[in-house]
């Protein structure tokens, strides 16, 4: 591990101990909150494990803290934690309303993906009679689905991260 992952990983796990304790929560309660368990909070806190993703969006949003404040500075510092609890802004209504927008599409493209899900599998049933040309496209739509519900998750992880700035 190089030298600049070291003192993200000492601030991010000094920082999840000390905002924990600064709300008065047991790491069973954080652990709740966060939708983890007591073994995950405590092994992010001794630095055995670091959090994926998703759930440094689920602490930054607790503790309203951004992500980059969670892992890069020393918010035992209280002034430092009071320059990022500040800096830490909600959306204007214009960034709401699009971040809504782009929930909205990503629910309709998802309907939409789902239906066409359904209709190859209908169709699937009948493969045999296909010439040999559609047989090979349907067996490798499954892939193609695949890679769109990844697509999908990705899409809503980042509006979730969006979100997160709240």
Do not use: W
């Not at 980059?68 to 309303?97: H, I, M, P, W, Y």
């Amino acid at each position: 591990m190089d030298t600049i992952s070291t003192n993200v990983v000492s601030f991010l796990q000094q920082n999840i101990r000390c905002l924990r304790k600064r709300l008065g929560m047991s790491q069973e309660e954080l652990a709740s909150k966060v939708g983890l368990n007591r073994g995950n909070v405590a092994s992010y806190e001794n630095g055995t494990a670091e959090p994926k993703i998703c759930n440094l969006l689920k602490f930054s949003h607790l503790f309203q803290i951004s992500i980059v404040d969670l892992t890069q500075k020393n918010l035992s510092d209280l002034e430092t934690l009071d320059r990022a609890t500040t800096n830490f802004q909600q959306f204007s209504k214009g960034e709401k309303e699009l971040l809504e927008q782009f929930m909205y599409k990503a629910n309709e493209l998802e309907a939409v993906l789902k239906g066409i899900n359904a209709c190859f599998h209908f169709q699937a049933k009948k493969v045999d009679d296909l010439p040999k040309e559609l047989q090979f496209l349907m067996l490798n739509f499954e892939q193609l689905h695949e890679v769109s519900q990844s697509l999908m998750r990705n899409h809503r992880s980042l509006i979730e991260f969006f979100k997160c700035k709240v």
